[in-house]
């Protein structure tokens, strides 16, 4: 089964940085893309970032670019995203979502992000 697994959240302080991990499994995970979504309290789930199979390409939400960086490291199942410049505004659970534009796409547990001083 498909099983995608979160880290790496925490507190932090406006203008600082977090890098989340999610380590895929159970499915072939360089053949497919994947993504990060956010869902903030009382706000809808936001589509974060995205990356393509080989990890060439890349979609950002305009709320994060320039910001965040979403990054793969297929031989270890792995895809990250890198936060810089904090705002209170990311605070939210982050998920890890793929395989994309399948039948199957599955969900991590989620991995909260707090930014506030």
């Known amino acids: 089964q498909v099983q995608l697994v979160e880290s790496g959240g925490g507190l932090v302080q406006p203008g600082g940085s977090l890098r989340l991990s999610c380590v895929a499994s159970?499915?072939?995970?360089?053949?497919?893309?994947m993504g990060w979504y956010r869902q903030a309290p009382g706000k809808e789930r936001e589509l974060v970032a995205s990356i393509e199979s080989g990890g060439y390409s890349t979609k950002y939400a305009d709320s994060v670019k320039g910001r965040f960086t979403i990054s793969r490291d297929n031989p270890k199942n792995t895809v990250h995203l890198q936060m810089n410049s904090l705002k209170p505004e990311d605070t939210a659970v982050y998920y890890c979502?793929?395989?994309?534009?399948?039948?199957?796409?599955?969900w991590g547990q989620g991995t909260q992000v707090t930014v506030s001083s």
């Open positions: 159970g499915f072939s995970f360089s053949s497919y893309a």
């Open positions: 979502t793929g395989p994309l534009r399948t039948g199957r796409q599955s």
